[in-house]
């Protein structure tokens, strides 16, 4: 079992950036592939980005490509999600993700979650 932690979120004015971290618990940390949700008020949860165990392969939702990226050091038991170009639709509570299989990009496939930190992006 793994517990993920994440921080890192805040207020920030559109075209800023952030630096999100996930942090895990457990000696198993490089078994899991890992990835980043969101969630906006009203709206559902939705993939942002993932990253395969090794950190070798790495994907990103359309909406969040060329501006975001994921990286891992296993070393550290750490994920990241440096996030440049901020826009206001940006704005949502920011999710980190586990399992220990291949990288995937739906959320119920995905076997362990973080509470979350919320991101917010004003014009």
């Known amino acids: 079992q793994v517990q993920l932690v994440e921080s890192g979120g805040g207020l920030v004015q559109a075209g800023g950036s952030l630096r999100l971290s996930c942090a895990a618990s457990?000696?198993?940390?490089?078994?899991?592939?890992m990835g980043w949700f969101r969630q906006a008020p009203g709206k559902e949860r939705e993939f942002v980005a993932a990253i395969t165990h090794s950190g070798g392969s790495t994907y990103y939702a359309d909406s969040v490509k060329g501006r975001f990226a994921i990286s891992r050091d296993n070393a550290k038991n750490t994920m990241f999600l440096q996030m440049n170009t901020l826009k206001p639709e940006d704005t949502a509570v920011y999710y980190c993700a586990a399992r220990r299989a291949d990288i995937a990009t739906r959320g119920v496939l995905y076997d362990y979650w973080g509470q979350g930190t919320q991101v917010t992006v004003s014009s």
């Open positions: 457990g000696r198993t940390f490089s078994s899991y592939s």
